[in-house]
């Protein structure tokens, strides 16, 4: 009988947590989510739940892409009537192995999955029935060997595919740890920068075709040290210090650096652990002038540290080539509590900005409320 009453008493107690817990999710779910957003601008939810909402691309007819490693899925997303929000969602194809890598080029969309490097051709005419890919590469490290991966499509054509290292700290074998440029149609590639540990993000300056990338600092040294970095491909095949050389001034103590090895210093240091992720130039008209041509970086956030840090995309000034100033566009931090972590950029074909968030699920769509006017045309005889 005695046995019988602690049971009950269990049981009961047990029910009640569970009610106190499904209620504090209600109250949570119902408090309004603080996102601190520059004077000027505007943000909202273009869509939802999509998993770990990684790395975006953007068709031709604005089609939005998103992969998600934690679902397996690559999903489209159309905003059909051009409202800021996504009315028709298709699965471009699921049960893949970490999809986090897309990439869009004339008509086609590619996707990293274990080894390999898939091509969807035609893909914004064939939404509904995407068809079996076409494997345009199979030389990537296996999964087991696996570290992030991010690509785009350079101006010169190639498909460029950034490997990271497969841990903390070590010398990963090439191609792990490197950014590598890939030709798809006949499957030659090459080496473009080395010595790099978690890139997850790049883009070329619109002023001089230079490949700008973001490289995530090793971690459990500090909440201060080192430094996450950005950096400028000055030559092809430079070496950017991992894991000898972390930021500008730390040595790593595990690994000494070979005499020989020249190192190619970060272009700029931002705080350690903000995580930068996405990074993107500005190449749209909706946002005002001082923002054209600028480099925008998503920071994921900290997950190591005493406090968090980064969760916001941030403005990177650039003056001849050298980032002068840093500044917040957009904050997910609600003290100390991150609604989003944001993780991928890209413009869409009006100038907005999109987000892509790898905590919630969600894309936010970032806007100028009053965009500038188009300047108007001077015509006149030609001389």
């Known amino acids: 009988m005695k046995l019988n009453i602690k049971y009950k008493l269990f049981v009961w107690f047990a029910s009640f947590i569970a009610l106190l817990a499904a209620a504090n999710q209600v109250i949570a779910a119902s408090k309004p989510l603080l996102i601190t957003v520059t ?44 409202d800021g929000r996504v009315e028709k969602r298709y699965v471009i194809a699921k049960g893949m192995k970490n999809p986090d890598a897309i990439a869009f080029h004339n008509g086609s969309l590619f996707v990293a999955v274990e080894n390999r490097i898939l091509r969807f051709s035609d893909i914004e005419q064939r939404l509904r029935r995407p068809g079996r890919p076409a494997v345009i590469y199979d030389n990537l490290p296996e999964s087991k060997k696996r570290g992030s991966r991010t690509m785009h499509f350079g101006p010169d054509g190639r498909l460029y595919v950034a490997v990271g290292a497969s841990c903390n700290v070590c010398e990963p074998e090439t191609p792990l740890g490197s950014i590598i440029a890939i030709d798809v149609t006949s499957g030659a590639n090459e080496l473009i920068a080395s010595g790099v540990r978690s890139v997850k993000g790049f883009d070329w300056s619109p002023t001089d075709d230079a490949l700008w990338f ?32 972390h930021g500008r001034t730390v040595v790593e103590p595990a690994y000494r650096k070979p005499k020989s090895l020249t190192i190619t210093l970060p272009t700029f240091e931002l705080p350690a652990h903000v995580e930068p992720v996405g990074v993107r130039f500005y190449r749209g008209t909706q946002f005002p002038e001082k923002y054209h041509d600028q480099l925008f970086v998503a920071e994921n956030g900290s997950w190591n540290r005493s406090s968090k840090v980064g969760y916001q995309v941030v403005w990177l000034e650039v003056e001849n080539n050298k980032v002068v100033k840093r500044n917040t566009l957009i904050s997910f931090l609600d003290g100390a509590f991150p609604v989003a972590r944001p993780y991928s950029l890209a413009i869409g ?14 894309i936010y769509r970032l806007f100028y409320k009053n965009p500038p006017s188009p300047k108007p045309k001077v015509t006149g005889n030609k001389s």
């Open 39 to 82: 004077k000027g601008f505007g943000v909202t939810l273009y869509a939802s739940n999509l998993g770990d909402a990684k790395q975006l691309a953007i068709g031709d007819k604005g089609t939005v892409f998103v992969g998600s490693g934690k679902t397996g899925t690559v999903t489209a997303l159309v905003d059909t009537d051009l």
């Open 214 to 245: 973001a490289d995530s600092g090793r971690d459990w040294m500090g909440d201060n040290i080192p430094a996450d970095e950005i950096n400028r491909v000055e030559q092809k095949g430079s070496h950017f210090g991992f894991p000898y050389l």
């Open 349 to 362: 074909h009006d100038g907005a900005m999109y987000i892509s968030d790898d905590l919630k699920g969600n």
